[in-house]
């Protein structure tokens, strides 16, 4: 009790030696909706306000963003046990309630707002220690370089967060100090005294200082003068002569050898140089390779001559340098050269239009059906003469003078479905070059071989007597091409008194089964004809048999093994795929 009168004495003293808390002016008064301003950064213990209860309530309670700072008393003493910091939070929603004895609310809550004022308690910082910049040499004093911008946590547009920059320091003081300025309140870096050249001092370094009323903080700046592009190349020569080739000169071939100079600073993209072609070469058969140590340029055959179409090239070259030139520089007639590319004339081979020719045909067309042509032209306008080579089958034949292509004897598909040939173009004249190009031709099948079986069928057996219904199964095959998605066979018996005793039927697209139809049969050899359709357009048959159908006693014999009877037939065992 003591304690607690000691300190009640102590807020009353604080409340009553900081005054301007609350909104009137006054330490205590009822419950009621009230905002406080605090400083940030005052002391622990600090009272706010002390509210005052109407009974039947007898004590407060405090909620809302209280972050563990702000607390209330029993008797209504408002206060906050730690330093306030407005950069973690600069407004405090708090409610206020008073209660009865059994802690049921009397009043409120009631809306109690704190406002964090501020001070200046951050030093301006920068973004990262270091920062780099740059200026043209030449270029004109107030150019700007860059900008560097502080921060500050302080309350903005207070005077706690205004920042003042300024240069403390620059290295080296070449051609002399003062060679850079920085705007006092925008951080922004200019040239100030004079123009700069990179080859008196490449580098400088720079300290500028940002501070608020009460800190400091600096920050390094490194400036690299950089060379502008104010000189052009200049060829060496401005004319290299005639150059005379053959059509067939290699592509990839170095055939000229260039170079111009730029005086700019070296290994730069303002003294690097590009050579292009601007007249001369609208198909662009040349290209020219730079050296980048060198500035040496090498002009090469890109794609194949051709004395045909251009029999003389009058080539001229520009040089540029990759960095653009600066205002009021511009290329002119030193940063070009030329020279005469004459062509020679080679005989060439013919040439076809394409390389491979493919054509489709029915494998039943009557022969001498044209079938394809093709065509072939003499770089020097030659007469062509055509001939087949691998046209190992005889099935075709071709036009000398037309390239057309002709059967000559009856096709199968089923021998071979691609008949390749070769043509061979060959001038007639000259020195009787010649090229080669292929003709495929796709044969399409025709129904005209009728089904059979897919393979030889002896040594079939059925026992005898027969107890029930008998079965074999049995394989066809069609050499005419495959129906998707399986062949479509259709079957019957060829004679009448086959039909009394058997029956045929189809199991799938490749298997049938031949049934009997009765047990009464007598031992003895038995052949069936049996006629198979494909349901081809036009449909086509086939008539087979199986040969040696065998109704035979087997003989059954008893031997001992082991003091267990065992069964072994009498009859040799053959493999019998088709027995059921």
């Known amino acids: 009790t003591m304690m607690r009168a000691q300190l009640h004495c102590l807020c009353l003293l604080t409340l009553y030696l900081t005054a301007g808390y609350g909104q009137e002016r006054k330490f205590s008064g009822p419950l009621k909706p009230m905002t406080f301003s605090i400083f940030e950064g005052q002391e622990p213990s600090q009272v706010i306000f002390q509210f005052k209860a109407s009974p039947p309530a007898v004590t407060f309670k405090l909620t809302g963003e209280t972050d563990g700072i702000f607390q209330i008393q029993p008797d209504g003493l408002l206060y906050h046990n730690k330093a306030l910091d407005r950069e973690t939070r600069a407004v405090h929603k708090l409610q206020v309630s008073t209660l009865d004895a059994y802690g049921a609310t009397v009043e409120g809550p009631v809306p109690i707002t704190i406002e964090v004022k501020d001070i200046n308690d951050n030093r301006p910082t920068f973004l990262q220690p270091n920062y780099e910049g740059s200026v043209r040499q030449n270029s004109r004093p107030g150019s700007n370089i860059g900008t560097f911008i502080g921060h500050d946590m302080d309350e903005e547009n207070t005077a706690n967060s205004v920042l003042v920059y300024k240069i403390v320091d620059q290295i080296p003081k070449l051609p002399k100090e003062g060679l850079f300025l920085v705007q006092t309140y ?131 070259f520009q040089a540029e340098n990759p960095e653009p030139l600066v205002s009021g520089v511009h290329y002119n007639t030193s940063s070009s050269a030329k020279f005469k590319l004459i062509v020679t004339d ?46 190992t089958r005889g099935w075709l034949k071709i036009d000398p003078v037309t390239g057309e292509i002709f059967t000559t004897a009856p096709l199968d598909r089923e021998a071979e479905s691609l008949y390749r040939v070769q043509v061979m173009a060959t001038e007639v004249g000259g020195s009787s070059q010649s090229s080669i190009a292929s003709f495929h031709l796709t044969l399409l099948d025709v129904n005209d071989n009728p089904p059979r079986l897919a393979k030889e069928y002896t040594g079939l057996f059925l026992c005898h007597p027969l107890h029930q219904e008998g079965t074999l199964i049995f394989e066809v095959t069609d050499d005419d091409q495959r129906s998707f998605p399986s062949p479509h066979f259709s079957y019957s018996l060829v004679s009448e008194s086959s039909q009394n ?80």
Do not use: M
């Open 501 to 580: 005793d058997w029956k045929v039927s189809r199991v799938n697209g490749t298997h049938a089964k031949l049934s009997t139809k009765h047990t009464n049969f007598e031992e003895g050899l038995y052949s069936v004809p049996i006629r198979i359709s494909d349901g081809g357009r036009p449909p086509l048959e086939g008539v087979v048999s199986l040969p040696g159908i065998i109704l035979a006693v087997v003989f059954i014999r008893i031997k001992k093994n082991e003091g267990k009877d065992t069964v072994e037939s009498a009859q040799a065992s053959e493999a019998q795929p088709l027995r059921n």
């Open 346 to 391: 080679v005989n060439e081979a013919p040439q076809f239009s394409q390389r491979i020719y493919q054509a489709k045909v029915r494998e039943d067309v009557a022969v001498g059906t044209k079938v394809g042509n093709v065509t072939a032209k003499d770089p020097e306008n030659l007469d062509i003469s055509y001939s087949l080579r691998d046209n």
């Open 186 to 316: 925008s951080g922004v870096v200019q040239l100030a005294g004079q123009s700069l050249k990179k080859q008196d001092t490449p580098q400088y370094n720079l300290t500028i200082e940002v501070s608020d009323k009460d800190f400091k903080t600096l920050c390094h700046v490194e400036i690299n003068v950089i060379d502008i592009n104010d000189q052009i190349p200049i060829f060496e020569k401005s004319d290299y002569g005639n150059l005379t080739l053959a059509e067939d000169t290699a592509v990839g071939s170095t055939i000229l050898t260039i170079r111009a100079t730029d005086t700019d600073e070296p290994f730069t993209g303002s003294s690097k140089i590009l050579y292009r072609i601007i007249q001369g070469d609208s198909e662009g058969r040349l290209g020219i390779d730079t050296d980048p140590q060198t500035n040496t340029g090498y002009v090469i055959i890109k794609k194949p001559l051709d004395f045909e179409t251009v029999a003389i090239h009058n080539i001229v």
